[in-house]
């Protein structure tokens, strides 16, 4: 069984940058050919997909995120990471990882980031 957790700072001060760290137990990240994702849930909104990172290392970006998204992973402890650039308090949400592109097949619990001053 897959299993996905998140990890963070819980709140970040605006025009700072958000650092996310997936780590993945039961499977690898370089399995042949899963995508692993970042998805947000602001408060009282749906789910935003954010991006994924490939089985490769390769990485996909939404365009309205994509000037301000960088992922990348740590194959060596089985985890990946987001970074959001230039946060404000609209960033404030629900982080998720997932396996997964189109339809994600297991999911972290998520963790609230919230962006104030």
């Known amino acids: 069984q897959v299993q996905l957790q998140e990890s963070g700072p819980g709140l970040v001060k605006p025009s700072q940058t958000l650092s996310l760290t997936c780590t993945v137990s039961g499977g690898s990240i370089t399995t042949n050919y899963y995508y692993w994702s970042w998805i947000r849930q602001p408060p009282g909104k749906g789910l935003e997909w954010m991006g994924a990172?490939?089985?490769?290392?390769?990485?996909t970006y939404s365009p309205s995120l994509k000037s301000r998204t960088s992922m990348s992973r740590d194959t060596s402890k089985n985890q990946f990471t987001l970074q959001l650039n230039s946060v404000t308090p609209e960033d404030t949400a629900v982080y998720y990882c997932a396996r997964g592109y189109y339809g994600m097949a297991y999911w972290g619990e998520g963790t609230l980031i919230t962006v104030s001053s």
């Open positions: 990172i490939t089985y490769s290392g390769s990485t």
